[in-house]
């Protein structure tokens, strides 16, 4: 999975300070522990809505717990509360 993310928050991942998130899934998808995902640069606008940065920051985590939240989001999509590791340097 792919999510956007701010550069700033981007960087306090790869410095394990933030471990944890929350990201909406489309239906019918879920997360589950194991899976992969990606957060991507974007900036975003003064409604939320982001636009990914060409050839910007990225960092991958592996899920170490994921939990929908039961909230849907945006139509059909589902939030998930989702964690990680810090990354190894």
């Given at each position: 999975m792919i999510a956007p993310m701010p550069k700033a928050e981007i960087a306090r991942?790869?410095?394990?300070?933030?471990?944890?998130?929350?990201?909406?899934?489309?239906?019918?998808?879920?997360?589950?522990?194991?899976?992969?995902?990606?957060?991507?640069?974007a900036d975003f606008d003064p409604h939320q809505t982001p636009t990914f940065v060409d050839q910007g920051e990225s960092v991958t985590i592996t899920l170490t717990k994921a939990r929908s939240s039961g909230q849907p989001y945006a139509g059909s999509s589902m939030l998930f509360t989702i964690e990680w590791n810090a990354p190894s340097c």
């Open positions: 991942i790869k410095r394990g300070q933030t471990l944890q998130a929350v990201v909406p899934v489309a239906a019918p998808g879920e997360l589950k522990t194991g899976d992969q995902v990606t957060f991507q640069e």
